[in-house]
C-alpha cells in the first residue's frame, strides 16, 4: 500500500512563499508520474502541476505557471512544490498525488494514490 504524507501548508500573506512537500512510501517511487493537486471550499478538486517519472517533463495549470514550481528528489521518494507569489485564489487543501502506471497527465482520474492534504491559506 502506498502512503503520501503532504507537509508544508499554512498561513501567508498575497505575494508570499509557502514550499509544500510530499513524502511517499514504498520502493518503486521512480516509476510513476507525480502531481499535485488542490480543492477549495465548494469547488472540485483541479489540477495543480505535475511531474514525470524522473522529472524531464513538468506540466502546469495555466493559473499557476511561472509561480509554481514541482520538483522531485527520488533519492528521498519525495516530491515537493515551491509557491511563489501566493494570491488570495490559490488558497485550497492541496493534495499530493501519484500517477497511475504508465500514464503522466493533468485528470484526477490519472492518479490512483491521495494524500491526506495539507491546507493552504493565503490572506490579502
Known amino acids: 500500500q502506498v502512503q503520501l504524507v503532504e507537509s508544508g501548508g499554512g498561513l501567508v500573506q498575497a505575494g508570499g512563499s509557502l514550499r509544500l512537500s510530499c513524502a511517499a512510501s514504498g520502493r518503486t517511487f521512480s516509476s510513476y508520474a507525480m502531481g499535485w493537486f488542490r480543492q477549495a471550499p465548494g469547488k472540485e478538486r483541479e489540477f495543480v502541476a505535475a511531474?514525470?517519472?524522473?522529472?524531464?517533463?513538468?506540466l502546469y495549470a495555466d493559473s499557476v505557471k511561472g509561480r509554481f514550481t514541482i520538483s522531485r528528489d527520488n533519492a528521498k521518494n519525495t516530491v515537493s512544490l515551491q509557491m511563489n507569489n501566493l494570491k488570495p485564489e490559490d488558497t485550497a487543501v492541496y493534495y499530493c498525488?501519484?500517477?497511475?502506471?504508465?500514464?503522466?497527465?493533468?485528470?484526477?482520474?490519472?492518479?490512483?494514490?491521495w494524500g491526506q492534504g495539507t491546507q493552504v491559506t493565503v490572506s490579502s
Open positions: 511531474i514525470s517519472r524522473f522529472g524531464g517533463s513538468t
Open positions: 498525488a501519484r500517477g497511475r502506471a504508465g500514464v503522466f497527465g493533468v485528470n484526477r482520474d490519472e492518479y490512483d494514490y
